[in-house]
């Protein structure tokens, strides 16, 4: 009887198990950062995707793939692994175009040309400071 009382058991983890990790696995499609990160490098930015994502501005503005190919929400969602969108898995010392190897031409050129455009009449913030969080005591480096 206590046999059997524990397969029971086992039986009924084993299921609560595999459907748990079921559930993980659907919840587990790569979204859009809903609080701010922080884009780490020697001159870290906080940024809030979601404050960007109500303005109406599509992942592909930003996101592309290894031949440029816009990344949409979708192809985001089924990436075995959101680290890919690292900018700098691609744009590093070892990127095939020299001009776009450096992090302060991609981030500047994604970032600021946008923010001095503007989008539908609103414009972005250009001053360093607006994007750059401020280090205590020492003052940023060409500001
Ligand atoms: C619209 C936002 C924005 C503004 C405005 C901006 N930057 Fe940046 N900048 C970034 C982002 C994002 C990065 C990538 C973060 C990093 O690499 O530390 C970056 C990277 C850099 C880097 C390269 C850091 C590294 O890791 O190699 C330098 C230097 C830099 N910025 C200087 C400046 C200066 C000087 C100004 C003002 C004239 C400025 N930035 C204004 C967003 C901005
Ligand atoms: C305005 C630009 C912009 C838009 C729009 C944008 N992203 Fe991002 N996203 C970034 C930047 C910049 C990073 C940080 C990249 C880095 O650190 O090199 C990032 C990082 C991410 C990360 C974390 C990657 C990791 O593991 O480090 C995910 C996930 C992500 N974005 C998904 C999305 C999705 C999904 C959308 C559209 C619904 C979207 N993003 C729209 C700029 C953007
Ligand atoms: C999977 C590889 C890959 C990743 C990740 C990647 N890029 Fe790119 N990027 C490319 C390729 C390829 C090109 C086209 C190069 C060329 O035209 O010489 C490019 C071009 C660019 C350009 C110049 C053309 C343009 O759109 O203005 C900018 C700026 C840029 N990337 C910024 C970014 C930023 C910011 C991120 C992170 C949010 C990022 N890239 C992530 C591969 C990548
Ligand atoms: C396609 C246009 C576009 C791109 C690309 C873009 N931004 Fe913005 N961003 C805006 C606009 C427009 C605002 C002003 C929103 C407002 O006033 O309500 C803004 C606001 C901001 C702010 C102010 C606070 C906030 O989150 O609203 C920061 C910081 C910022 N952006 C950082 C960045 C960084 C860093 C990048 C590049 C990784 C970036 N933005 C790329 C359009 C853009």
């Given amino acids: 009887m206590k046999t059997q009382k524990n397969i029971t058991t086992i039986v009924a983890i084993t299921i609560g198990l595999t459907l748990g990790i079921g559930v993980a696995q659907a919840n587990e499609q790569i979204k859009a950062p809903a609080k701010a990160i922080t884009i780490t490098g020697k001159k870290p930015v906080k940024f809030n ?3 960007h994502l109500e303005l109406g501005i599509a992942c ?4 592309h793939d290894q031949q440029h190919n816009p990344r949409t929400a979708e192809t985001i969602g089924a990436l075995p692994d959101s680290g890919i969108l690292q900018c700098a898995t ?3 010392s070892d990127f095939t ?10 981030f500047h050129t994604n970032c600021k040309t946008c923010h001095e455009a503007g ?7 250009t001053k360093c400071s607006s994007c750059h969080i401020k280090k205590k005591r020492k003052a940023i480096e060409g500001c």
Avoid: D
């Fill in 49 to 51: 995707h979601t404050s």
């Fill in 60 to 63: 592909a503005e930003c996101h």
């Fill in 90 to 92: 691609c744009h590093n």
């Fill in 97 to 106: 175009n020299p001009k776009l190897q450096k992090r302060k031409i991609i």
């Fill in 119 to 125: 989008l539908n009449g609103k414009k972005g913030p």
